[in-house]
């Protein structure tokens, strides 16, 4: 260890006015050296000179410029409302003190990490130079307080409190057999370093919530983590009842990358993006429906608003056209084709429209001497039963299976499952095959009398997340521009391939 020269001065002094050579000067330099050295590695809490043992703190590594999802995402995306750089080296910032906590700890809750930066359990390390006694510059580590929404600076190091590192991981409520693990390792339809892609089995919710028992969000963190530490987390969602492909991201950062990818795509949309502009991200439903457009294709550009129905006790998405000043009505567009259009049964309804304080109520297949139609849907914007509520009042086409928005449509619909349909329906009724957590796939074809929303996200092209993580200071705006994408593909729910072979027939 090298000692200043005033302290070593002042240990000779000591040694010479010691009254035996060798003990007064062992005590002495003992005394001296001491708080020199300790205060090197003391940790004073606000300029408290009470001292902190560093065993009482969890340290967390020190903050560097992590990338910028949101900028990486809009990037990705091809939208340039974001300022504009030349490099993704620049997609970097500065972030806050919560933010890193999350990103440095994944398995802790978030609500577990919000509640210590509000009971102010959280500290940042600060160096300060000080003189003491003797003269010399020491070096005294203080940990002050953090704020979670305080900006960290390049070095800074953050200490949880130690009893952080004694919370369990959070348990799940329901222990999965063999069986039902396998089961949701056998729905991935594609797999990386960024991101899992799951085909959502019909019947089954995304999140959970009051009443539901499984959801995929939980039993994905419980069976389809891996490896990693964090457990993959939702990018967008699907209808309980709706089928199709799901993407989750398996860090933090694929997932806020495409989340920006969503948003962005979204906001596009609605600001009326050139057409011409190959989007990215792109989500192509079928759907069966209850008659058949009169245009072969196009575009519905229809806004949309939650209402509450029947005095409070439910709520709808509904076409608002009423005044499109109002806030809470939300942009949605749709691209639709017709695939494929059957005569079977020769349905003809004939419905009422009515509007009662801007609510528009269904008016029922545009086409009344058309049967079934299946439609790819291409949702350009995300809102909720954006598909759903444009079949169905817009295009006056209810999908089947679809009583909330197509209730009418379907009560005229029930005489014809006891006639054509079952009787070109060459299959013989087998025993349903039950899936793990109560599923059931087999069920809800046009030939039985309860039918099952036909409504299934079959491909999906997205960016290449991953590729882009490898390295994101080497990928130029021209570089993200020209990344190869994904192309994913998800085989339809053994009930609405029944119905196609049926209408095929």
Same mark, same amino acid.
């Given at each position: 260890?090298?000692?200043?020269?005033?302290?070593?001065?002042?240990?000779?002094?000591?040694?010479?006015?010691?009254?035996?050579?060798?003990?007064?000067?062992?005590?002495?330099?003992?005394?001296?050296?001491?708080?020199?050295?300790?205060?090197?590695?003391?940790?004073?809490?606000?300029?408290?000179?009470?001292?902190?043992?560093?065993?009482?703190?969890?340290?967390?590594?020190?903050?560097?410029?992590?990338?910028?999802?949101?900028?990486?995402?809009?990037?990705?995306?091809?939208?340039?409302?974001?300022?504009?750089?030349?490099?993704?080296?620049?997609?970097?910032?500065?972030?806050?003190?919560?933010?890193?906590?999350?990103?440095?700890?994944?398995?802790?809750?978030?609500?577990?990490?919000?509640?210590?930066?509000?009971?102010?359990?959280?500290?940042?390390?600060?160096?300060?130079?000080? %003189?003491?006694?003797?003269?010399?510059?020491?070096?005294?580590?203080?940990?002050?307080?953090?704020?979670?929404?305080?900006?960290?600076?390049?070095?800074?190091?953050?200490?949880?409190?130690?009893?952080?590192?004694?919370?369990?991981?959070?348990? /799940?409520? /329901?222990?999965?057999?063999?069986?039902?693990?396998?089961?949701?390792?056998?729905?991935?339809?594609?797999?990386?370093?960024?991101?899992?892609?799951?085909?959502?089995?019909?019947?089954?919710?995304?999140?959970?919530?009051?009443?539901?028992?499984?959801?995929?969000?939980?039993?994905?963190?419980?069976?389809?983590?891996?490896?990693?530490?964090?457990?993959?987390?939702? %990018?967008?969602?699907?209808?309980?009842?709706?089928?199709?492909?799901?993407?989750?991201?398996?860090?933090?950062?694929?997932?806020?990358?495409?989340?920006?990818?969503?948003? !962005?795509?979204?906001?596009?949309?609605?600001?009326?993006?050139?057409?011409?502009?190959?989007?990215?991200?792109?989500?192509?439903?079928?759907?069966?429906?209850?008659?058949?457009?009169?245009?072969?294709?196009?575009?519905?550009?229809?806004?949309?608003?939650? #209402?509450? %129905?029947?005095?409070?006790?439910?709520?709808?998405?509904?076409?608002?056209?009423?005044?499109?000043?109002?806030?809470?009505?939300?942009?949605?567009?749709? !691209?639709?084709?017709?695939?494929?259009?059957?005569? /079977?049964?020769?349905?003809? #309804?004939?419905? #009422?429209?009515? &509007?009662?304080?801007?609510?528009?109520?269904?008016?029922?297949?545009?086409?009344?001497?058309?049967?079934?139609?299946?439609?790819?849907?291409?949702?350009?914007?995300?809102?909720?039963?954006?598909?759903?509520? /444009?079949?169905? !009042?817009?295009?006056?086409?209810?999908?089947?299976?679809?009583?909330?928005?197509?209730?009418?449509?379907?009560?005229?619909?029930?005489?014809?499952?006891?006639?054509?349909?079952?009787?070109?329906?060459?299959?013989?009724?087998?025993?349903?095959?039950?899936?793990?957590?109560?599923?059931?796939?087999?069920?809800?074809?046009?030939?039985?009398?309860?039918?099952?929303?036909?409504?299934?996200?079959?491909?999906?092209?997205?960016?290449?997340? &991953?590729? #882009?993580?490898?390295?994101?200071?080497?990928?130029?705006?021209?570089?993200?521009?020209?990344?190869?994408?994904?192309?994913?593909?998800?085989?339809?729910? &053994?009930?609405?391939?029944?119905?196609?072979?049926?209408?095929?027939?």
């Amino acid at each position: 260890m090298l000692v200043g020269a005033n302290l070593l001065r002042r240990l000779l002094r000591s040694q010479l006015s010691a009254d035996d050579g060798g003990t007064g000067f062992i005590i002495t330099a003992i005394h001296h050296i001491r708080p020199h050295y300790s205060t090197t590695t003391e940790f004073s809490d606000e300029g408290n000179s009470e001292k902190k043992e560093e065993s009482k703190w969890f340290t967390l590594p020190p903050f560097a410029k992590t990338v910028n999802a949101s900028e990486l995402g809009a990037k990705l995306a091809r939208k340039n409302h974001l300022k504009s750089t030349t490099s993704a080296e620049t997609s970097t910032y500065e972030t806050t003190a919560l933010k890193w906590v999350l990103k440095c700890c994944p398995e802790l809750p978030r609500n577990l990490v919000q509640k210590l930066f509000r009971l102010r359990q959280v500290r940042r390390e600060s160096i300060a130079l000080e %003189v003491s006694d003797d003269g010399c510059q020491v070096q005294k580590i203080q940990l002050k307080r953090v704020g979670a929404k305080d900006s960290l600076n390049i070095g800074d190091k953050i200490f949880l409190p130690i009893s952080v590192r004694e919370v369990p991981e959070e348990e /799940h409520e /329901h222990d999965c057999t063999g069986e039902e693990s396998n089961f949701i390792r056998s729905l991935e339809l594609y797999k990386d370093t960024a991101i899992i892609v799951l085909n959502k089995p019909p019947g089954m919710p995304v999140q959970g919530g009051i009443g539901i028992k499984w959801s995929l969000d939980e039993l994905a963190a419980a069976w389809l983590r891996y490896d990693y530490s964090e457990s993959p987390r939702l %990018v967008h969602r699907l209808d309980r009842d709706c089928s199709g492909i799901l993407v989750m991201g398996r860090t933090q950062m694929s997932a806020a990358i495409l989340h920006s990818v969503f948003r !962005e795509e979204t906001l596009g949309a609605s600001k009326h993006d050139s057409d011409n502009e190959k989007r990215v991200l792109q989500k192509r439903y079928w759907a069966l429906v209850i008659g058949s457009p009169r245009r072969p294709k196009g575009t519905i550009s229809a806004p949309l608003r939650k #209402v509450v %129905v029947d005095d409070g006790k439910s709520d709808r998405i509904t076409v608002f056209e009423h005044n499109n000043t109002i806030l809470s009505s939300q942009r949605a567009i749709t !691209e639709y084709r017709v695939i494929k259009t059957s005569t /079977h049964g020769n349905i003809i #309804v004939t419905l #009422v429209s009515k &509007s009662d304080f801007g609510i528009a109520y269904p008016l029922m297949l545009s086409d009344l001497n058309a049967g079934f139609t299946w439609l790819e849907l291409s949702p350009l914007t995300g809102r909720k039963h954006q598909l759903r509520v /444009h079949c169905a !009042e817009v295009l006056g086409t209810p999908i089947v299976g679809d009583y909330k928005y197509g209730w009418q449509a379907h009560r005229r619909l029930q005489n014809l499952a006891e006639s054509d349909l079952r009787k070109n329906s060459n299959e013989k009724v087998a025993k349903e095959k039950m899936l793990p957590f109560g599923l059931n796939m087999d069920s809800g074809s046009i030939s039985e009398k309860h039918l099952r929303l036909h409504l299934h996200c079959r491909e999906m092209i997205l960016p290449n997340v &991953s590729q #882009v993580l490898r390295n994101p200071k080497s990928f130029t705006d021209d570089d993200l521009s020209k990344l190869k994408s994904l192309e994913i593909v998800a085989p339809l729910p &053994s009930y609405m391939q029944k119905s196609w072979d049926i209408l095929n027939s």
